[in-house]
């Protein structure tokens, strides 16, 4: 029962073109939507967020996109570059109570920036 | 912010044997959670430790398989107990991002285990 779904294992993108990476969820009551980058023989380390009260979220070239009634979000990178080339992935957060603010996260999409 | 210092990065083990990971943390911190990341899969919480009480297992995962210390805030580890090729995975350590105004989480640099 995957919860948090990245359909696309990798995606390939010429430098300076839009990156598009995109996410499913299903449980409506996620509060908090995060990306997280990953480079090769490191941890994953925090991008961005978006609070589920919200519909975008922008931080430099980096902008999420939330549609609820879609229960979809999207990572806009504009204009990309080569060091964007890492595992993105998706995880939603569950509120409180039973919950417990747990991640969860999904399967990572590989992005490659093609010179 | 936290600083997750996490060893070994990777090692290749023999099956049968077992493995311990350590997770440093250079602020002390009530609650740090270990992941797995199985190839071509998701980050999976295998565990919750806390300090002074003892950890909390996800279903799927034991405490004999995957034994968790957690002697003081800003130290734990994570053993795998009797290794089969299945474990072969990244193993992950993490702190933050699950309390009601803290949604980022920070994460140690993994541990890749082979078994073979």
């Known amino acids: 029962d995957q919860q948090v779904k990245q359909n696309s294992p990798s995606l390939s993108v010429q430098e300076g073109r839009i990156s598009i990476l995109n996410c499913d969820y299903t449980?409506?009551?996620?509060?908090?939507f995060l990306w997280y980058k990953k480079y090769p023989a490191e941890g994953p380390t925090f991008l961005i967020s978006i609070s589920s009260i919200k519909d975008k979220n922008e931080d430099g070239r980096f902008t999420v996109f939330l549609n609820k009634s879609a229960k979809h979000l999207s990572l806009h990178i504009v204009p990309s570059q080569p060091g964007d080339s890492a595992v993105y992935f998706c995880?939603?957060?569950?509120?409180?109570?039973?919950?417990?603010?747990?991640?969860?996260w999904g399967a990572g999409t590989k992005l490659i920036i093609k010179p | 912010s936290a600083v997750i210092s996490q060893k070994p990065s990777r090692d290749i083990c023999q099956r049968g044997t077992s493995l311990t990971i350590q997770c440093q943390v250079d602020s002390q911190v009530t609650m740090m959670f270990w992941y797995r990341q199985q190839p071509g899969q998701s980050l999976t919480l295998i565990a919750t430790?806390?300090?002074?009480?003892?950890?909390?297992?996800e279903s799927g995962f034991v405490i004999d398989k995957f034994p968790i210390s957690r002697p003081n805030l800003t130290f734990s580890t994570l053993t795998v107990s009797n290794m089969s090729p299945e474990d072969s995975s990244i193993y992950l350590c993490?702190?933050?991002?699950?309390?009601?105004?803290?949604?980022?989480?920070?994460f140690g640099q993994g541990t890749r285990l082979t078994v073979v």
């Open positions: 430790a806390n300090q002074g009480s003892e950890a909390t297992y």
């Open positions: 449980n409506s009551m996620f509060d908090y």
């Open positions: 995880a939603a957060r569950g509120g409180g109570l039973d919950s417990n603010y747990q991640l969860i």
């Open positions: 993490s702190v933050g991002g699950r309390g009601k105004g803290d949604t980022e989480a920070f």
